[in-house]
């Protein structure tokens, strides 16, 4: 006799009908909520139009290639870190371990709504946060080879409130497998561990780069999913979903765009719109995306 019970991996496929008319139907709609509610993510498979995907993955090609040529430019402070701005593209970007994380200008092809304010992905964050969040950040999700496996993690202040502090919506530019550095997420409920009863048994969440070998035998005890994500996918996490990057064994960088939402009333000392966009880009936004961009002009 069995003792336990694997749970399946259950995603949301998207079809042409609902992709064309940029809602899920309810039942589709039902699922992918309550996936998203319970364990802290929920794939969208076919979510994005493939002539979108394909112009943003050629052009951050080109991001990527000038940030690299700008290794020894202009910095910025940010959040503690050092970054660097590139020559052509303007792109602020840092890199740690192999990992790159860079702030594209949110011109063409990047300000496509579907990118921005993808309406499946928004129907599903709309839900759960209303209509009290904005765009903190758009940046990359960059792995090459020879990134260390990170430690298991929890981002943006984790485990404060019930409620959900935002949502990161992860779009790859090309496909993401198992070989490359997939996105490993541990979807048991992660998202809910409450941050004052962790710290007060020892536990630190927030180590990425380093061992953390508390944390990391503690998430071990749960089952985990290294996530494929093919062109036009989309993954949505709570960012106090516990995951981690991975290696990539091959020669490509793999990139995601990491699109983060969050509550208006909150704050995080990462990532700020003025990396993306100016008052002059802000104005070239679509109007339906404009709104969730508003608190640049605050800044400027």
């Known amino acids: ?31 992918a909520t309550l996936l998203l509610h319970t364990r802290g993510c929920v794939i969208l498979r076919g979510a994005l139009p493939s002539t979108v995907v394909n ?27 050092t970054c660097r701005v590139g020559r ?52 990359s999700d960059t792995c090459l080879a020879g990134a260390a496996i990170q430690s ?7 485990g404060l409130s019930w409620e959900p502090r935002g949502y990161i919506v992860n779009i790859p530019l090309h496909r993401c497998g198992l070989d490359n550095g997939p996105l490993e997420v541990w979807p048991c409920g992660s998202h809910l561990w409450r941050d004052d009863v962790l710290r007060g048994l ?18 071990a005890m749960f089952p985990s999913r290294r996530v494929v994500l093919e062109p036009g996918d989309l993954l949505i996490r709570d960012p106090a979903l516990m995951h981690r990057g991975t290696v990539n064994h091959t020669d490509r960088p793999r990139t995601m765009l990491a699109i983060c939402y969050f509550r208006d009333r909150l704050t995080h000392n990462y990532g700020q719109l003025d990396l993306n966009l100016d008052r002059d880009l802000h ?17 400027a």
Not at 58 to 80: I, N, Y
Request: net charge negative; glycine share 6%; hydrophobic share 45%.
């Open 283 to 299: 104005e070239r936004l679509a109007p339906e995306v404009r709104p969730l961009f508003d608190r640049v002009l605050q800044a």
């Open 55 to 81: 112009a943003a993955d050629a052009a951050f090609d080109r991001v990527f290639a000038d940030c690299v040529a700008s290794g020894d430019g202009e910095t910025l402070e940010m959040a503690g870190i």
């Open 88 to 139: 052509e593209s303007r792109a602020v970007f840092w890199e740690r371990n192999h990992r790159w994380r860079i702030f594209p200008r949110l011109a063409a092809p990047f300000d496509s709504p579907w990118l921005l304010a993808n309406p499946l992905a928004m129907g599903l964050i709309r839900g759960a946060l209303r209509d009290d969040f904005h765009c903190k950040f758009v940046s």
């Open 152 to 158: 298991p993690h929890r981002e943006l202040d984790p």
């Open 202 to 219: 020892g536990y630190d969440d927030t180590v990425q780069d380093g061992r953390n070998p508390d944390f990391e035998a503690l998430a």
């Open 1 to 31: 006799m069995h003792t336990e019970t694997p749970g399946q991996d259950v995603d949301v496929v998207v079809s042409p009908a609902e992709l064309a008319a940029g809602a899920l139907a309810p039942e589709q709609a039902r699922l």
